[in-house]
């Protein structure tokens, strides 16, 4: 299983990004699908992560900013983020949890490759 991470790139301050992630191997489900970041020296954080069923968390520092969302035929999650901040500038990483290769299993847990996000005037 693979994970395709892309659309990161400069924004300025109270601009938008559109994170996409793709999911292609063996796959018969995914539990949760998710987007974490780093920033240099820092432990890696949740930022939104969704279910199959649609459910929805976010770290409260981008509640009411950012937006997940995820295609589950097309094995795809998604970040909506909007009124961004310098802050956000780091590199965020997706995650595919749950992952099972067949009905029963084998489950797996993935990442992709990091896509870097830079908030700057």
């Known amino acids: 299983v693979q994970l395709q991470a892309s659309g990161g790139g400069l924004v300025q301050p109270g601009g938008s990004l559109r994170l996409s992630c793709a999911a292609s191997?063996?796959?018969?489900?995914?539990?949760?699908m998710g987007w974490y970041r780093q920033a240099p020296g820092k432990q890696r954080e949740l930022v939104a992560r969704?279910?199959?069923?649609?459910?929805?968390n976010y770290t409260d520092s981008v509640k009411g900013r950012f937006t997940i969302s995820r295609d589950n035929a097309k094995n795809t999650v998604y970040l909506q983020m909007n009124s961004l901040k310098p802050e956000d500038t780091t590199v965020y990483y997706c995650?595919?949890?749950?992952?099972?290769?067949?009905?029963?299993?084998?489950?797996?847990?993935?990442w992709g490759q990091g896509t870097l996000v830079t908030v700057s005037s």
């Open positions: 995650n595919a949890n749950g992952v099972y290769s067949g009905k029963y299993g084998p489950i797996g847990n993935y």
């Open positions: 191997g063996s796959i018969f489900s995914i539990t949760s």
């Open positions: 969704v279910t199959s069923g649609g459910s929805t």
